[in-house]
Nanobody
Framework: QVQLVESGGGLVQAGGSLRLSCAAS????????MGWYRQAPGKQRELVAA???????YYAVSVKGRFTISRDNAKNTVYLRMNSLKPEDTAVYYC???????????????WGQGTQVTVAS
């Protein structure tokens, strides 16, 4: 059973920064790609960033240049550094392990409780 615990969300002014963390247990963390998703009210959950087991990264166009995903395999943790935040970044953020070593392998069915990010204008 994979358990995911997201943290680090909060209320921040536009232009501010946050760092999200996702601690994973019960999985072979180092061999799986990991992704950060977000879901705003009334919208579908979307992938914003992903990191492969080999540390290759993917970013959605909307966050490229502002967000940075990283991982610490020794701590079974994946991070999302978010800079220059905008009101449209407001959402619940979730992490998710992909089935394989790359995001092309497809996302798994494991989700944490998410962490709320609210960006005030």
């Amino acid at each position: 059973q994979v358990q995911l615990v997201e943290s680090g969300g909060g209320l921040v002014q536009a232009g501010g920064s946050l760092r999200l963390s996702c601690a994973a247990s019960g999985s072979t963390f180092s061999v799986n790609a990991m992704g950060w998703y977000r879901q705003a009210p009334g919208k579908q959950r979307e992938l914003v960033a992903a990191i492969s087991s080999g540390d290759n990264t993917y970013y959605a166009v909307s966050v490229k240049g502002r967000f940075t995903i990283s991982r610490d395999n020794a701590k079974n943790t994946v991070y999302l550094r978010m800079n220059s935040l905008k009101p449209e970044d407001t959402a619940v953020y979730y992490c998710n392990p992909f089935v394989g070593s790359s995001w092309y392998s497809g996302r798994s069915d494991y989700w944490g409780q998410g962490t709320q990010v609210t960006v005030a204008s």
